[in-house]
Structure formats: structure tokens, C-alpha cells
């Protein structure tokens, strides 16, 4: 099986502007969570969805927004980017019922 | 909110030592994760730990669960150069799978 595919891999963007970071998960893995990962936060987690819907939300600003497509990709999209957002952006896939999370290549967002 | 917390942040080994993380949650788990990740990588899942006391083995790789099911180890006999990268633990607490802070470690040859 294809493992969990993410697009871009890599991103520069300029603050204010906002992105849009793209996750496919292994195929029969409805559900998909979003990490960031920065050297100083370590992973923390976003948000996930699972049958299109979200089920946990992280601590982070109303900017961080996803969704989920009824063929289980999703998308996370940050607006008016701030440079603080400079982060390794993950996403997961796991099977229904299993705990174990499957993690994409990740997007190096650049902020600048 | 519930934190989980790893020690040491960084450890330096010769290759042939032994080297553990410690993981400690604040709040009662209902599983413990643990998952590498190599230095440009990402986290690749190795375990998961469910019952209270309970004790897994990958060769050289050994995982515990503390009796309370706040607080786990991860031990690696006899490191080797591939060991190198950052383990984390990652704790459920009902539908929340929370992070540890990860250990990073170096095996010099």
C-alpha cells in the first residue's frame, strides 16, 4: 500500500498571505489528524477529521482550519500567516479503531 | 490540560551503551505510543502499550508500562548508530492523543 502523501513538501510564503497544505492517507484510512512540528513546541497537535467531520480540535488561533473530502483526503489551511508559522506541517492517517498513527513526509512551511 | 512530559531532552551514547526515555503523563492514560522519528524524518510508529504493567520487546528494544498508567520507558541495549533520531511517546487520554516532548538521541560510533 502507498503510505500518507502530502503536497507541497516544501512552501515559502510571506506574512499575511495564507496556504494551503494538502494530505492524501493510505488508502482505506478514514481518519486524518494534522500536526505542526517546530524545534521549540515539538508536535502539536491540530486538529482531526474523520467521515468529513471534525472530531478533536487542538489549541490553536481560528487561522487553522482543515477539512476532509469524501475520499478521506484532507486539507489544512492557514490564513494571514504569521512567522511564527514557520513549521514542519504533519498529517496522520489511522484506521477505524486503531490508536496507531501512520504520518505523511510532512510541508516545510517557510514564513517569511 | 493533560501535558506528557519526556526526560532526557537530548542523550549522548557511545555505540554499545544502553540508553532510556522516560515518559510521564499528568493524567491517567489509557495507552501509551511510542514512535521514532530519524533526523529529517518523520514519526514512525514502533508500539503501543495498553495494559497497566505491561512490557513489550522489539530485539533490542524494550517498552514498559507503569502500573498506574501515568508513566512509561523506552530502553535500547546496546545502541547502534541506526538508534540515532528522536523518540517520542504519545498518550491517550479518552479521544486525545497527546505528544511527548521527544528525546533526541546521538550514538557516536
Known amino acids: 500500500k502507498a503510505g500518507v502523501t502530502q503536497t507541497p513538501r516544501y512552501l515559502i510564503k510571506t506574512r499575511g498571505q495564507q496556504v494551503t497544505l494538502s494530505c492524501s492517507p493510505i488508502?482505506?484510512?478514514?481518519?486524518v489528524s494534522w500536526y505542526q512540528q517546530t524545534p521549540g513546541q515539538g508536535l502539536q497537535f491540530l486538529f482531526e477529521?474523520?467521515?468529513?467531520?471534525?472530531?478533536n480540535k487542538g489549541n490553536f488561533p481560528g487561522r487553522f482550519s482543515g477539512r476532509q473530502f469524501s475520499n478521506s483526503r484532507s486539507e489544512m489551511n492557514v490564513s494571514t500567516l504569521e512567522l511564527g508559522d514557520s513549521a514542519l506541517y504533519l498529517c496522520a492517517s489511522s484506521l477505524m479503531g486503531r490508536n496507531e498513527q501512520y504520518f505523511g513526509p510532512g510541508t516545510r512551511l517557510t514564513v517569511t | 490540560g493533560q501535558q506528557v512530559m519526556q526526560i532526557p531532552q537530548y542523550q549522548h551514547v557511545q555505540e554499545g551503551e544502553d540508553f532510556t526515555t522516560y515518559c510521564n503523563s499528568s493524567?491517567?492514560?489509557?495507552?501509551i505510543q511510542w514512535y521514532k522519528q530519524r533526523p529529517g524524518g518523520h514519526p514512525v510508529f514502533l508500539i503501543q502499550l495498553v495494559k497497566s504493567g505491561e512490557v513489550k520487546k522489539q530485539k533490542r528494544l524494550t517498552f514498559q508500562f507503569g502500573e498506574a498508567k501515568k508513566n512509561s520507558s523506552l530502553h535500547i541495549t546496546a545502541t547502534q548508530t541506526t538508534d540515532v533520531g528522536t523518540y517520542f511517546c504519545a498518550g491517550q487520554n479518552t479521544d486525545k492523543l497527546i505528544f511527548g516532548t521527544g528525546t533526541r538521541l546521538q550514538v557516536f560510533p
Open positions: 477529521y474523520f467521515s468529513e467531520t471534525q472530531r
Open positions: 488508502s482505506g484510512h478514514r481518519s
Open positions: 493524567t491517567t492514560l489509557s495507552n
